[in-house]
């Protein structure tokens, strides 16, 4: 950490139950050269990746559905959320991530993805960059009918549908997840379907 404005004084852990929650102390100088001392909570739970698979002969796109916890615990019905394909690193490359979480959630094995950006999805909280891909499918890639890995106890439902009907879903509400809305905004944008 190389900013000058900033001086760490203490990092306490609250839990490493899932992923690491700190409680960190810091000096922070302000723009009129005084220092305050503040303390944040910041939850680390490494960095991921997405990518929106799209067919640009059928014009379709496939997302994912799958139960979020804390969806449902802010008022979301269901629990239940509509989005692009993702998963965290571990110790791979953004890239390798990606390729792996594709076959593992949606069946299909794919070789080459573009890297459109890197965004922090939650930088007042959380530590994640989230690298965000683009990847064209076709039906030969297709090896398996997708939906997780049970060691992880996924249980992930498979959803192909025109890319036209995915990006009516922000509209309507039905997509509320900030990656995949931001890759279809990004797909339209650049004329991909």
């Known amino acids: ?68 916890l804390p969806s449902y615990l802010n008022g979301n019905e269901t629990g239940m959320m509509i989005e692009v394909c993702a998963g965290l690193l571990d110790a791979d490359h953004p890239e390798q991530c990606i390729i792996r979480e594709t076959e593992e959630e949606t ?17 007042g909280a959380v530590t994640e960059i989230l690298y965000l891909f683009v990847g064209e499918y076709d039906e030969s890639m297709k090896v398996s009918d997708g939906g997780g890995v049970e060691h992880e106890e996924e249980n992930i439902d498979v959803l192909e549908m025109t890319y036209d009907e995915a990006y009516a879903m922000i509209e309507s509400g039905e997509i509320k997840d900030a990656k995949t809305i931001m890759l279809l905004q990004y797909a339209k944008i650049k004329n991909l379907v």
Do not use: C, H
């Open 1 to 68: 950490m190389k900013n000058p404005a900033i001086k760490i004084q203490k990092t306490e852990l609250l839990s490493d139950n899932w992923y690491i929650l700190n409680k960190v102390t810091f000096d922070y100088q302000k723009k009129d050269d005084s220092w305050i001392t503040q303390k944040r909570e910041v939850y680390d739970r490494g960095n991921g990746a997405a990518i929106l698979l799209y067919n640009t002969q059928q014009k379709t796109v496939i997302l994912t559905r799958q139960f979020r």
């Open 107 to 123: 069946g299909y094995r794919i070789t080459k993805v573009d890297k459109i950006m890197e965004t922090y999805m939650s930088p």
